[in-house]
C-alpha cells in the first residue's frame, strides 16, 4: 500500500522522520479549517489557514513530511473535505490518531492522506519526531525510542489504495 | 443466521448483496446533492474523472443548492456561487440558488428524496434523509465527484446502535431534546463507523419534522446515517408535501432478530428539556441545571430545527409578547417554502413584533460563516446541530444547544429559561402542509 502514498504526486513519504504536531481529542473540521477560509479549494491556500484559530503557529512553521499526532475522534464534524486537503496543502506526511471520525477518514484515503489508527499515539509529544511504516501498521518515536502499533487498513481500502485511490479507481472503470 | 437491520437491508438492496455489517460493498446511489461550499471540488473532481465530456449518472437526480454563504459575503462565495450554477446548467441537473432554503430542507420538501433510496450528501448532515426512511450520509466532494459520474459508491456496512423509546414525551419535549439525551449517553463518537436506529411508541407517533431532527443530529454521535423505519406516517407526509404518490412497497423494517450492536431504551415521560453546554453536543443536561445562564444571542434555524413547526413553536411562546432587552433573536427559515408560511400565516410579524430578526431561507450563522456571527465573550443559545469551539464566530464566544421552545422561552426571560415555565404547544406536520396550496 505505501506506492499509492509514498513520494506520489510530491507527497512527502511517511517512511521519512518528521516532527509532531500533537492536537487533542475531538478535533472537528471547524477547528483543522476554520470556516471562514473555506470558500477556497486550493490547498496551498487552505494550508495556510489550517488550525489557525487553534494553533496559529501550525501554519506558519510546519514543514513538508511534518506529522499530526492527535487524540480520539480527530476529524469530527463537516464533510468538507476542505480539511484533509488543508493538510495535504501544508505537506503533512501523515495524521497518527487514536481514532478518527469516519467521514474524515475516507475522506483522507480518497486524497491520498495515510491516516493511521494508533490508540498508543497518546504518549507522543510535540516536537517529538517520528516515521510511520504504512505496510507493517508501525509508529516509531525516534525521540523516545518507542514503537507504537497502529491498525493496518482494511483491506478493501488497501486495494482501493494499491489502485491509485478512488479517482484513479474511478476512471479506470469509467475507461474500462 | 440472524436476520437483517434497517441499514443492512437498505445497503443489500442497493448492493444486489447479501451485506451484512462490516461488509464492503459497491452500490447504487439513488439521489447526489452538493452545495455552494463543497460543490466546486466535487466538480473539479467528475471533471478530472470524466475528462470534457463528463455526463452526471442521473441530471433528474442530481441536486446542487448555494445555502452556505447565501446570499454571497463575499468575492470568493459568489464566484462559487457562479461555478454551481454554471456546472448545474452545463449538466442540466436541478439547482436551488439563494434563498431557495438549507440543501436538506428543499431535498425532503420538494420530493427528491423517498424511503429505501440511498442519498449522498456532501454534506455531514445528508444524515437528515433518514428521517423518511431513506439510506442518507455525508460524503467528502472527491466521493461525491466520482458517483457523480458513475452512480456508484463503496460503504462499508455499518453495524447498528438502536434507540427505543416509548411512551409520551411532557410538555416542552421535542425530538431535540431526545437526541441531545441520546448524544449525551453515548458520546460524540459513541456512533462512529455505525448506523442509529430510532424506533419505539414515542418514535412511531413523532410527526416526520421531529423525526428529521433525529435523524439530521446522528453525526454527532458520529453516525454514518440515522434511520426510522418509514410508516404510514411518512408516506401521508410526502404525499401531502408533494403530491406524488408514494407506494411503501419497497420500504423496510428491521427483522426482530436482528443484531445490533446494543440497544439503549428509554421512557420518553422521564425525559426533562435538554441543554448542551458548550463546547460539544454530548454535554446534555436538563435545562434545569443550566436555567438562569445569562445569554446574549439566540439563534432558531438550521437544517435541524428551521422548519416551519419549530418558528412557529417561538412565535407561539412570543406572541403578543417582547423579547428581553438584553438578548438579540436571530431567525433563519430552512426554506423559502417556510419564508413564505411565515409570512401568510402572521409568524413573521408576530416575530418581528417581538424584536426579532429574520433573514432569507439559509444555513444562516450556524457555522459562523456570516448573518450573525458571535463575538468575544458572546454566549448564544440556539436551535442548532453543533456547538463546537468557535462554531458560530470567535473562539471566545460559547453556544448553548437546545429546542425551539427553549429557545422561545429564553428570548422571553433574556437568560436560559425552562420551556415548561410558558405555554409549549406541539405541531403534527399537517400544520405545514394545509398553508399553502
Known sequence: MTDAFAGDGGRPDPAEPGRAWVFGDNIDTDQITPSRFIVSSDPDELATHAFEDLRPEFSESVEPGDFVVAGENFGSGSSREH?????????V??????????????????????????PGADVIEDDDEIHVDLDAGVVTNHTRDETYEAEALPE??????????LKAYTKAKLDG | MAGKTLAEKLLSEKSGTDARAGDYVEADVDVAMAHDITGPLAFQTFDEVTGDDGELFAPDRTVFTIDHHAPADGVQAANNHNAVREFAAKHGAHQFDVGDGICHAVLVEEGFVGPGDLVIGADSHSTTYGGIGAFGT?????????????????FRVPKTLRFEVDG???????????????????????????????????IESLPIH????????AIEMGGKTG???????????????????????????SDDDADYEAVHSYDAAALAPQVS???????????????????????????????????????????????????????????????????????????????AVIQSAGCGPCAGYHQGVLGDGDVCLATANRNFPGREGSMESSVYLSSPATVGASALYGEITDPREVETKRYDDTVFAEVLP
Open chain 2, 277 to 355: 453546554k458548550p463546547s460539544n453536543p454530548e454535554n446534555a443536561v436538563d435545562v434545569t441545571e443550566v436555567a438562569g445562564t445569562e445569554i446574549d444571542q439566540l439563534f432558531v434555524g438550521t437544517c435541524t430545527n428551521g422548519r416551519y413547526e419549530d418558528i412557529k413553536v417561538v412565535a407561539d411562546i412570543l406572541e403578543g409578547e417582547t423579547i428581553a432587552p438584553n438578548v438579540r433573536l436571530v431567525v433563519v427559515p430552512a426554506s423559502k417554502s417556510v419564508y413564505q408560511h411565515m409570512l401568510q400565516t402572521g409568524v413573521f410579524q408576530t416575530l418581528t413584533d417581538a424584536g
Open chain 2, 168 to 202: 409520551d414525551l411532557g410538555d416542552g419535549v421535542y425530538a431535540k431534546d431526545l437526541i441531545l439525551r441520546f448524544i449525551g449517553d453515548v458520546g460524540f463518537d459513541g456512533c462512529t463507523y455505525m448506523a442509529a436506529e430510532y424506533a419505539g411508541s414515542t
Open chain 1, 156 to 165: 478493501f481500502l488497501q486495494s482501493l489504495v494499491e489502485q491509485g485511490g
Open chain 2, 138 to 154: 455525508g460524503v467528502g466532494s472527491t466521493d461525491l465527484g466520482t458517483a457523480l459520474a458513475t452512480g456508484e459508491l463503496w
Open chain 2, 210 to 217: 421531529e423525526r428529521l431532527v433525529l435523524s439530521n443530529m
Open chain 1, 93 to 118: 506526511s501523515a495524521v497518527v490518531a487514536q481514532s478518527f471520525a469516519r467521514i474524515f477518514f475516507r475522506n483522507a484515503i480518497n486524497l491520498g492522506l495515510p491516516v493511521l489508527i494508533c
Open chain 2, 227 to 253: 434511520l426510522v423505519a418509514p410508516d404510514e406516517r411518512t408516506e401521508s407526509y410526502l404525499e401531502r408535501q408533494t403530491g406524488n404518490e408514494i407506494d411503501l412497497g419497497d420500504a423496510f423494517v
Open chain 1, 83 to 91: 480539511s484533509p486537503l488543508s493538510l495535504v496543502g501544508a505537506g
